[in-house]
């Protein structure tokens, strides 16, 4: 699921030395009594992928807007490069758009479209051509320069869009869902292109997504956005795997999680007792909660095994009656039923043409690795 | 059923007649009254009821006289009048049309940019003055600009000066009464364009380096030139034949066409050269029109 991208090799949001390019902080925008964005800081490297991740009305392209100079912060700051944009606005600062929409301007024709922002900086006319055709052939549209936007399909458009916003070689390209308008199969390509694109010119992303899949993607680092705040950033599979709550585990993925309490608390192991799952969930690390406290385990559907025959052991398995399977070629899904009425989501990859079939109501055992679960205590 | 299949059997069908109707109203109140004027245009003026000769005469005898006079025509050239009184129809148009456009684009953009809830109201204050009649509201412009009206007496009052403005029977009341009258012409097409306008190629153009100012020229200006072609013609073609404002606010020496063609039909009871004047008029703003229709249906095909 997590194809992480090349384009930071190293981590420098590991390093605390490392100099952030972007640096939002304490950023608050207010709508009246609404606050769309609450308190966001957040430090972005150069070179990355940086992916806002949420639901919409989550504040993720009010941030975004920000950033490019179209809402003004209610307070807080953002730093590019080191300057303080407070009052820059959007046609001084030097960050491009690239607008849902698209936003293509109806009476112009591709060239026109792309090479609208260098005409507007006084390039010299030779330079623009030779800019506009670079970057036309860049993303393969060197053959479409005379058409006018309503003659193009809408990955074309799309295109021309990521052209006309990068031709300038802004410092930081904004992207409001890039990919949001294109049929699923073009999008899955597109993903890869933008990557490989953003990787040859060394441009500094961010882009607001609601789609998980695409961030997964795309991003050198996601943020998870909820209510306006960040509620945890970090690589795909930090996110993926480490969720810091219920929300992120729930958003990121499909994910069982159980609540429970914690009966033993060692640094090595804890144990938890769930009356959802009626039974024990054993976790091979130690956690940070306060004794009694209830608490959440999050198990990936993937993670959990599904057998006929009795696993071995006490913790870690409950037994069911499968309620429904999705098959998807590559996999199928079961919804196991537990006796306590709690429903297990089970995913398991067809390995085989002809794999021992479990059907409908069947009686099934379900398990999973100590490691497997994560536990959280909001 | 049975009655549409024997209607069907003569060639009516509902679609048929769908078409016919706005074609049937064309033939009567337009092409027919047209094909009157013309035939007017070509007789000779005469001291009967109605005060033209006939064109066609029978003589007897299997013959049929038509005696066509092109005296009528040849007389708009030769006296300066009508010429003059055309040229400054046009001009008068003219200028209205600018001013109208210079007033109601701003209007326009005001209420295509504003909420929804306000636009209607807008909206509605723009239309409202059409629960009136014409003649009343200019009527009421003469309470507003004669030497004791309004706003003479609001400007002595003030102080700002002393002596009544001479302000009505002026060209400025002509153009003050054509402008108002025709404004809703232009701000209603305007709007309707502006309205389509998706707002966010103003960003986009912000985005890649424009201020404001110049996002407007670049991207509203001309995305919106076909509002403003929709409403100047809305606004001229009227305008060169308006016949009631400069009567009324104009003064004796605004020397309009259409108050040409008054004169000529009611004071002078020359029929024939009245004719005339509004064929020529007609012939006048005919290339106006299909420039305007070729220009539309070239914008239609175009885009989307």
């Given at each position: 699921?997590?194809?992480?991208?090349?384009?930071?090799?190293?981590?420098?949001?590991?390093?605390?030395?490392?100099?952030?390019?972007?640096?939002?902080?304490?950023?608050?925008?207010?709508?009246?009594?609404?606050?769309?964005?609450?308190?966001?800081?957040?430090?972005?490297?150069?070179?990355?992928?940086?992916?806002?991740?949420?639901?919409?009305?989550?504040?993720?392209?009010?941030?975004?807007?920000?950033?490019?100079?179209?809402?003004?912060?209610?307070?807080?700051?953002?730093?590019?490069?080191?300057?303080?944009?407070?009052?820059?606005?959007?046609?001084?600062?030097?960050?491009?758009?690239?607008?849902?929409?698209?936003?293509?301007?109806?009476?112009?024709?591709?060239?026109?479209?792309?090479?609208?922002?260098?005409?507007?900086?006084?390039?010299?006319?030779?330079?623009?051509?030779?800019?506009?055709?670079?970057?036309?052939?860049?993303?393969?549209?060197?053959?479409?320069?005379?058409?006018?936007?309503?003659?193009?399909?809408?990955?074309?458009?799309?295109?021309?869009?990521?052209?006309?916003?990068?031709?300038?070689?802004?410092?930081l390209l904004l992207l409001d869902e890039p990919l949001g308008a294109l049929d699923k199969k073009l999008r899955e390509h597109t993903q890869f292109e933008l990557i490989s694109l953003q990787d040859q010119l060394g441009v500094t992303f961010v882009v607001v997504t609601h789609d998980q899949e695409e961030a997964m993607t795309l991003a050198s680092r996601i943020g998870v956005m909820n209510q306006g705040e960040i509620v945890q950033a970090g690589t795909p599979s930090e996110i993926y795997e480490f969720p810091s709550s219920k929300f992120v585990a729930d958003f990121v993925g499909s994910v069982n999680i159980f609540e429970g309490k914690l009966i033993e608390d060692e640094p090595e192991y804890v144990r938890i007792a769930s009356e959802e799952l009626g039974g024990t969930i054993y976790v091979s690390h130690g956690i940070s909660a306060a004794?009694?406290?209830?608490?959440?385990?999050?198990?990936?559907?993937?993670?959990?095994?599904?057998?006929?025959?009795?696993?071995?052991?006490?913790?870690?398995?409950?037994?069911?009656?499968?309620?429904?399977?999705?098959?998807?070629?590559?996999?199928?899904?079961?919804?196991?039923?537990?006796?306590?009425?709690?429903?297990?989501?089970?995913?398991?990859?067809?390995?085989?043409?002809?794999?021992?079939?479990?059907?409908?109501?069947?009686?099934?055992?379900?398990?999973?690795?100590?490691?497997?679960?994560?536990?959280?205590?909001? | 059923?049975?009655?549409?299949?024997?209607?069907?059997?003569?060639?009516?069908?509902?679609?048929?007649?769908?078409?016919?109707?706005?074609?049937?109203?064309?033939?009567?109140?337009?092409?027919?009254?047209?094909?009157?004027?013309?035939?007017?245009?070509?007789?000779?003026?005469?001291?009967?009821?109605?005060?033209?000769?006939?064109?066609?005469?029978?003589?007897?005898?299997?013959?049929?006289?038509?005696?066509?006079?092109?005296?009528?025509?040849?007389?708009?050239?030769?006296?300066?009048?009508?010429?003059?009184?055309?040229?400054?129809?046009?001009?008068?148009?003219?200028?209205?049309?600018?001013?109208?456009?210079?007033?109601?684009?701003?209007?326009?953009?005001?209420?295509?940019?504003?909420?929804?809830?306000?636009?209607?109201?807008?909206?509605?204050?723009?239309?409202?003055?059409?629960?009136?009649?014409?003649?009343?509201?200019?009527?009421?412009?003469?309470?507003?600009?004669?030497?004791?009206?309004?706003?003479?007496?609001?400007?002595?009052?003030?102080?700002?000066?002393?002596?009544?403005?001479?302000?009505?029977?002026?060209?400025?009341?002509?153009?003050?009464?054509?402008?108002?009258?025709?404004?809703?012409?232009?701000?209603?097409?305007?709007?309707?364009?502006?309205?389509?306008?998706?707002?966010?190629?103003?960003?986009?153009?912000?985005?890649?380096?424009?201020?404001?100012?110049?996002?407007?020229?670049?991207?509203?200006?001309?995305?919106?030139?076909?509002?403003?072609?929709?409403?100047?013609?809305?606004?001229?073609?009227?305008?060169?034949?308006?016949?009631?404002?400069?009567?009324?606010?104009?003064?004796?020496?605004?020397?309009?066409?259409?108050?040409?063609?008054?004169?000529?039909?009611?004071?002078?009871?020359?029929?024939?050269?009245?004719?005339?004047?509004?064929?020529?008029?007609?012939?006048?703003?005919?290339?106006?029109?299909?420039?305007?229709?070729?220009?539309?249906?070239?914008?239609?095909?175009?885009?989307?």
């Amino acid at each position: 699921m997590s194809i992480s991208t090349g384009a930071v090799k190293a981590a420098p949001w590991n390093d605390p030395g490392a100099r952030p390019y972007v640096q939002v902080e304490r950023i608050t925008k207010s709508f009246g009594d609404f606050k769309a964005v609450d308190d966001v800081s957040l430090k972005i490297y150069k070179g990355e992928i940086f992916c806002l991740l949420g639901a919409s009305g989550c504040g993720k392209t009010t941030l975004l807007r920000m950033l490019g100079g179209f809402e003004t912060p209610s307070s807080g700051r953002i730093f590019i490069d080191g300057e303080d944009m407070t009052g820059v606005p959007p046609y001084e600062r030097p960050v491009n758009m690239m607008f849902q929409s698209y936003a293509l301007f109806p009476h112009m024709n591709v060239e026109q479209n792309v090479a609208f922002g260098l005409k507007q900086d006084r390039v010299p006319k030779a330079e623009i051509a030779e800019r506009v055709a670079t970057m036309l052939d860049l993303v393969k549209l060197g053959s479409f320069a005379k058409r006018k936007p309503h003659q193009l399909s809408g990955g074309q458009k799309q295109r021309v869009a990521l052209a006309r916003s990068l031709v300038k070689r802004p410092k930081l390209l904004l992207l409001d869902e890039p990919l949001g308008a294109l049929d699923k199969k073009l999008r899955e390509h597109t993903q890869f292109e933008l990557i490989s694109l953003q990787d040859q010119l060394g441009v500094t992303f961010v882009v607001v997504t609601h789609d998980q899949e695409e961030a997964m993607t795309l991003a050198s680092r996601i943020g998870v956005m909820n209510q306006g705040e960040i509620v945890q950033a970090g690589t795909p599979s930090e996110i993926y795997e480490f969720p810091s709550s219920k929300f992120v585990a729930d958003f990121v993925g499909s994910v069982n999680i159980f609540e429970g309490k914690l009966i033993e608390d060692e640094p090595e192991y804890v144990r938890i007792a769930s009356e959802e799952l009626g039974g024990t969930i054993y976790v091979s690390h130690g956690i940070s909660a306060a004794p009694e406290a209830a608490v959440w385990a999050a198990v990936r559907p993937e993670k959990v095994f599904m057998s006929t025959a009795r696993p071995e052991g006490i913790d870690n398995v409950v037994r069911g009656a499968v309620q429904d399977i999705a098959y998807l070629g590559d996999l199928s899904i079961y919804l196991v039923k537990l006796s306590t009425g709690k429903v297990v989501r089970v995913t398991q990859p067809n390995t085989s043409r002809h794999a021992e079939a479990i059907t409908w109501d069947q009686q099934v055992y379900l398990t999973w690795d100590p490691s497997s679960p994560v536990v959280v205590t909001r | 059923m049975k009655t549409t299949s024997r209607l069907q059997r003569f060639g009516i069908t509902g679609r048929g007649l769908v078409v016919a109707l706005p074609y049937l109203w064309l033939l009567l109140f337009f092409v027919v009254p047209f094909v009157i004027v013309l035939k007017i245009s070509f007789s000779d003026i005469d001291l009967a009821i109605p005060p033209y000769k006939p064109l066609f005469e029978w003589l007897g005898k299997n013959s049929l006289a038509i005696k066509l006079n092109f005296d009528n025509y040849a007389f708009l050239f030769t006296d300066s009048l009508y010429l003059n009184a055309l040229l400054n129809s046009i001009k008068v148009a003219f200028i209205s049309t600018l001013l109208c456009l210079l007033i109601g684009y701003p209007m326009a953009y005001g209420i295509a940019r504003s909420k929804p809830s306000t636009r209607n109201i807008l909206l509605l204050l723009v239309i409202l003055p059409f629960w009136t009649s014409l003649l009343l509201r200019v009527y009421a412009w003469i309470g507003l600009l004669k030497a004791n009206g309004v706003i003479n007496n609001l400007l002595i009052w003030f102080g700002t000066i002393h002596e009544p403005l001479t302000l009505l029977y002026t060209p400025f009341a002509m153009y003050v009464g054509i402008v108002y009258s025709y404004l809703p012409f232009m701000i209603l097409p305007l709007y309707a364009n502006l309205e389509k306008m998706d707002w966010t190629l103003l960003e986009a153009a912000e985005d890649l380096g424009c201020r404001p100012y110049q996002a407007f020229y670049k991207i509203t200006l001309p995305l919106s030139r076909n509002g403003m072609l929709a409403g100047s013609m809305l606004v001229f073609i009227p305008a060169v034949g308006e016949f009631v404002i400069p009567a009324l606010l104009g003064g004796p020496n605004a020397l309009m066409i259409g108050r040409v063609l008054w004169d000529e039909f009611f004071s002078n009871r020359a029929w024939p050269v009245a004719s005339a004047v509004a064929i020529l008029l007609l012939a006048i703003l005919v290339p106006f029109m299909m420039w305007y229709q070729s220009v539309q249906a070239r914008e239609s095909a175009g885009a989307r």
